[in-house]
């Protein structure tokens, strides 16, 4: 039931009980007076009720006592019916102002909860009245808040765990390592359930690292380089071919035999090499990747001083679609990347050598670039 109609519902009841009860008090009473006076009074001055109106100027004296019994009585139903309204009054409203004051002590302690960050345990008001619509308004308003503090907080939890991940996402384990100590030390890690998982996770990166002492050059040691690697992590599903050098930075008839085959065997040969000797592996498990880090100096044969870089980058470009065509049918690809000047401390070193300083390097080789600029980026 609707407060409306409770308080319709006691108004009501305010005017018809005690007016009812006024009525039987009366019809009571009038009933008890005229008991009282055919049983005591008039047999004693033998009269009926109608002798009665004739005697009763003849004996107004005896019936004084009467008129006193009247007037008492009328008193006791006056004050009989002063009370039962004062009770009516008083019970119908108690039980109104209860019907009022649980559901807003209800609503008000929802809302404190939400105030102090309890989200958790909605109000639930069952009741089918005026406040019910309000008790749910509020508990859906607590449930929007907290899917969008649940979402804010996700969000800022996949930031934080991107930024602390990026090396995960580049595949590199000694990436991750670096990112999730930062995050440790820079304090986003701001809960012991957070700064275990991050030590956690170093844990588990720090197991996927291990370090090889291997001159690619030199057949034999790649071999076992490679039957190594198998035996520590089970299989070997990708070769990145980065080791390489540029050479002493001398025109073409300036350039020794031996600086020249140390940039080919580096470069080139080492590549080879270890391209070869990967494909055995990639086969056990149906396939592979290999990614081999030409050059834009296999594009361009304009930077002064590299004629061997040149040369060998080249090589390395077209081995790239050798080994592509001879081993796509099983599933084995090989890619060249060709990148431009990067600012590396190699790089910066000999630009800085060859020009004067790297800002001048720059400036010569950027228009070689697709771009028209090499990259600032320090690595």
């Known amino acids: 039931m609707t407060i409306k109609k409770r308080l319709h519902r006691s108004n009501i009841y305010m005017f ?23 049983v005591k009074y008039l047999p004693q001055i033998g009269l009926s009720l109608h002798d009665m109106h004739i005697a009763v100027e003849q004996y107004e004296g005896l019936f004084q006592s009467f008129e006193t019994f009247v007037w008492i009585y009328v008193g006791a139903v006056g004050m009989a019916l002063l009370l039962t309204i004062v009770f009516t009054n008083v019970s119908l409203t108690r039980e109104l102002f209860t019907h009022i004051s649980d559901p807003l002590d209800t609503l ?14 909605p109000i639930n008001y069952t009741e089918p009245d005026e406040f019910k619509a309000a008790c749910d308004a509020v508990d859906l308003m607590a449930a929007k ?29 000694l ?3 670096r ?27 720090g197991g996927e690292i291990e370090f090889y002492q291997c001159d690619v050059t030199k057949e034999d040691q790649v071999v076992d380089f490679f039957r190594k690697v198998e035996e520590r992590f089970g299989k070997i599903d990708i070769l990145v071919n980065n080791a390489g050098a540029t050479g002493p930075g001398e025109n073409p008839d300036e350039i020794t035999m031996e600086g020249y085959d140390m940039v080919m065997d580096l470069d080139a040969r ?16 149906g396939g592979g990747n290999i990614i081999n880090m030409a050059s834009i100096c296999a594009l361009k044969a304009e930077v002064p ?9 080249a090589a390395v470009l077209m ?8 081993y796509a049918k099983e599933n084995i690809r090989c890619n060249s990347i060709c990148p431009g000047t990067t600012a590396t401390p190699l790089i910066v070193e000999y630009g800085t050598r060859m020009c004067g300083s790297f800002e001048a390097y720059q400036d010569e080789v950027g228009p070689l670039h697709p771009m028209g600029n090499g990259s600032q980026q320090k690595l």
């Open 16 to 38: 018809l009980i005690p007016l009812v009860t006024a009525a039987l008090l009366l019809i009571l009473g009038a009933g008890i007076a005229i008991y009282i006076l055919e």
């Open 108 to 121: 008000v302690a929802g809302v404190d909860r939400i105030r102090s960050g309890d989200l958790d345990n």
């Open 145 to 173: 808040l907290k899917a969008s503090l649940e979402a804010e907080q996700r969000r800022q939890q996949s930031s934080k765990e991107l930024m602390a991940g990026m090396g995960h996402d580049l595949k590199s384990p």
């Open 175 to 177: 990436t991750s390592i």
């Open 179 to 205: 990112a999730y100590t930062e995050a440790l030390l820079e304090g986003v890690a701001d809960t012991p359930e957070m700064q275990k998982k991050y030590l956690e996770t170093i844990k588990k990166k």
């Open 270 to 285: 080492g590549s080879f090499i270890c391209a070869k000797h990967v494909i055995q592996y990639f086969r056990k498990i």
């Open 305 to 313: 001083g590299l004629a061997p870089y040149h040369i060998a980058k």
């Open 319 to 326: 081995m790239s679609k050798v080994f592509a065509m001879s």
